[in-house]
């Protein structure tokens, strides 16, 4: 995820903070947008009537038409059964197209017109914004909610409403991920980087020079989004101390919003702030209920028929059963909105392929009869349901922390190699180090390696759960390490970590 420029959004007589958040891979904040101008309407195209004209003319001076020939029986049988298989074509291409867009639609990355649910939590974030970055104060928000719950979308939801609004000061907006950072203390050389001019030099004291920038300017609020604030944590916390305190003393020109999944990060990690009167206003997001899911997935299926009315009209594509299965499934396991988003795509897809093979089956038997769309039912949502939920071991594997993930997928990764390659190798613990480090080093500070101690830590508590054995040898860095478990299990509890995704698409491509 990318660090985004500082930009101000605002001149003299109108400030428009605009920058939107992507909720396309998890997480994710785009950069805002650079400083708004006058919107220039665009030059009119030429008449198409006379363009029509011009073609006609051409065409006409070119090849002039042929001579009227009588109509035989033959040909107009032939025009009738030419009609016929367009039509049919036509209304083949058109259930191509309505499958395409419902996979868009339910796409992740995939941003509504307007979020569905999520009320209580929408009219707080306007009141903050409304309370802070409208009235010109100082103030200090931090959102926590697990994954998939809506926090980034519904962010970036409340940055559009208000782009449009007019603000009697300027303000300018940066927005971070911290898991771009490779080490807590660089979010300083981030925030000037962002906020200094183009041609003023770093000073020696990043600290100071990134407090002068905020604070300095007391005609303009900067906003500092920090998404996966956690990332900052330090033994001391002096990090994370700085920045809040930064957003809450007397003089404070920033309005700062962190975003995490903890529930308790503030409690856990900054007790002294409560102590300094520095405590942040707190917004969780809970997971989402069966209901909430069903209402999401019903607006998206909506938005495929455009002259169709939301809880009068038939559900387009999919069977209300399989809507409520999916919701009450997903709900039951995580309430993440994205997991219930992907087996709908998948079933789409399921449904897609089916009514394909129909549609095949009936040109081969030369039937005059179209193939009706094949809607998602139960039992196409229930196949996506045991891929994803059906294994015991997948839900264990999705329970476990970031450096438990990265080790699984390292160790099924030299497992592939080893088992494709002409000579065997077996996995020692010395390998799967020089592996696990090369890993890390490759994910632009995203994944922090950790001590050897500490990884010899994580393999203990991985095989205490059945998902590796490891070997008894008289070296330590001799043992072998044996996975217990599936590569396409792997590939499911990777689906969650963009990067680990990434990473073992590009590594074991043949498998996908």
Known sequence: MKADNATCLA?????????????TKENVLPS???TPKRRRLRSSPPPLGKQTLKTKENVAVASPPPPPVAKSNDTKSTSSSSSTKSKEEEKSNQYDTIYQAAKATFRRS????????????????????????????????????????????????IIRDFQDREYNHNVRQVVVNCMS??????????????????????????VKQAGELINGDKDTLTVVILDEIDQLATKDQDVLYKIF???????SRLVLIGIANALDMTDRLLPRLRAKNCEPQLLNFNPYQVTEISAIIKDRLYSLDPNSTPGSSPLPLMQPPAVE??????????????????VCRQAVELAETEHKRKAVLADQKQSSATTEIVKVSIGHVMKVLQTVFGSPVVQK?????????VVICVLMAMSCSSSSSHKKEHITL??????????????????????STELTDVLSIIETSGIITIGKHKEERSRRLTVNIQESEVRQMAKDVALLNTWLETILPSSN
């Open 181 to 206: 950072i490779r080490e807590p203390k660089g979010i300083y050389t981030r925030l000037v980087t962002e906020l200094k001019s183009s041609r003023a030099a770093f000073k020696n004291d990043l």
């Open 110 to 157: 995939a941003m509504p017109s307007r979020l569905v649910g999520r009320i209580q939590e929408r009219n707080k974030m306007i009141q903050f914004w409304d309370e802070h970055v409208m009235a010109n104060k100082p103030g200090c928000l931090y959102i926590s909610g697990s994954p998939g719950t809506g926090k980034t979308a519904m962010l970036n939801e």
């Open 245 to 251: 305190e930064w957003a809450t003393s007397p003089s």
């Open 325 to 342: 299965l999916c919701a009450r499934k997903v709900a039951a396991a995580m309430g993440d909105l994205r997991t219930a988003l992907d």
């Open 32 to 34: 805002p947008p650079s």
């Open 397 to 405: 594997l999705k329970q476990l922390g970031l450096q438990q993930k």
């Open 430 to 451: 010395a390998r799967f180090r020089e592996e696990y480090t090369t890993l890390c080093s490759k994910s632009d500070g995203m994944i922090k390696p950790v001590s």
């Open 11 to 23: 001149t003299s007589k109108r400030s428009t903070p605009d920058a939107p958040l992507d909720d």
